[in-house]
């Protein structure tokens, strides 16, 4: 037997890349839905490369009653309004907006990385999925804490546009354009130019002068993986369509050489190493998009602090910064709680 999976938020670029993975990994499916907003009720989503298609429902009218599992997608305002519609029907969700992220009682989850964690969703019947630079930070440190326990990370990440949506890539499409033919350039997403430019600023600006972005990098890591790690991030928009990119420097307590982190790393789950000291011997975010892996390269150590080394870290933001980990969550829950006979 199967489950029933309710995908709301389908029309959008992560939830159509949660149908495509949920099809590929052949998640076990009685029924599927595709629900959005009134704006898309009428349009036809494909599930996954079956042939299938799903006339989207309106999520104001869609009743979680009888549905297993619901993976969110649609932004805040739709979580805030519809995940605990959802949940209190008995349908488990997994939100991949910030919402509940630090909510004390909705349990933060990368299945690679704190799988036992998921135990807790039944005090909300909720489980968030976190930020997308999160997501594939947490998979690089978890081995390397397990070894050798983090101290401190400085982590500057290169974020695709992507991860402003499909008006991000749009804008990103249209500015290369324009300055290709001599067009005017608008910027509407971005706050500056985002062609051929780089832009340190990814959500809104705090008091202290860090942006949200940043923020939550900081305190979903320590959420998900240790609250004593000590933690800097600057996060760039880059004008690269799909896939973040991540500059990390990491400071352990006790000793690890980056010859032992490569042999850790080599057999971590959800890692891929790719370090050769040659031309191309690491890995960009071009060739990770379609891939669920986070990618690792330029291990080397850091002669600037007792333990440290620094890498470089690439994953595909659309996939396991949202999509994919969302449905290893599904997985995950599915093995441990929701055993169909």
């Known amino acids: 037997m199967g489950y029933r999976v309710a995908v709301v938020g389908a029309t959008g670029n992560v939830g159509r890349e949660m149908m495509n993975i949920l099809a590929e990994r052949e998640f076990p499916i009685d029924e599927i839905a595709a629900v959005a907003s009134s704006r898309s009720v009428g349009s036809e989503v494909e599930f996954g490369e ?3 298609m799903l006339k989207v429902k309106n999520i104001e009218h869609f009743d979680f009653t009888g549905w297993d599992i ?5 932004g805040s305002g739709a979580s805030k309004e519809y995940a605990p519609k959802a949940a209190a029907a008995g349908c488990v969700v997994i939100d991949n907006s910030s919402l509940y992220r630090m909510d004390p009682d909705v349990p933060l989850i990368v299945p690679e990385v704190n799988p036992d964690a998921i135990d807790g969703y039944k005090k909300r019947n909720i489980i968030a999925n976190p930020n997308c630079s999160t997501a ?3 998979v690089a440190l978890k081995p390397l804490h397990d070894a050798a326990t983090i101290k401190r990370v400085v982590v500057s990440t290169y974020q695709s546009v992507s991860g402003a949506g499909k008006a991000g890539m749009d804008e990103l ?3 290369t354009r324009a ?3 001599n067009d005017e350039k608008t910027s509407n997403v971005f706050t500056k130019q ?3 430019n780089v832009i340190p600023h990814i959500d ?5 002068g860090s942006t949200k972005e940043e923020w939550k990098m900081v305190v979903e890591t320590k959420k998900i993986l240790d609250p004593k790690i000590k933690l800097s991030a ?3 928009r880059v004008p690269v369509f799909v896939g973040h990119s991540e500059a990390i420097n990491i400071e352990f307590e006790n000793e690890l050489t980056a010859d032992q982190a490569k042999e850790i790393l080599r057999e971590a789950p959800g890692c891929m190493l790719v370090d050769k000291h040659e031309d191309g011997g690491y890995v960009t975010p071009v060739e990770c998009v379609g891939d669920g892996a986070t990618y690792i390269s330029r291990v080397r150590d850091d002669p600037t602090v007792e333990h440290g080394i620094t890498l470089w870290c690439v994953s595909d933001n659309l996939r396991k910064g949202a999509a994919l980990n969302a449905v290893q969550i599904a997985e995950l829950l599915g093995r441990k709680h929701l055993q169909k006979a």
């Open 204 to 208: 809104v600006f705090l008091e202290d």
């Open 194 to 196: 985002i062609a051929f």
């Open 179 to 181: 300055i290709f033919v």
């Open 173 to 175: 499409f249209e500015q």
């Open 234 to 236: 600057t996060c760039v």
């Open 70 to 74: 619901a993976l969110f997608s649609a």
């Open 50 to 52: 079956t042939g299938k």
């Open 136 to 138: 594939q930070l947490v």
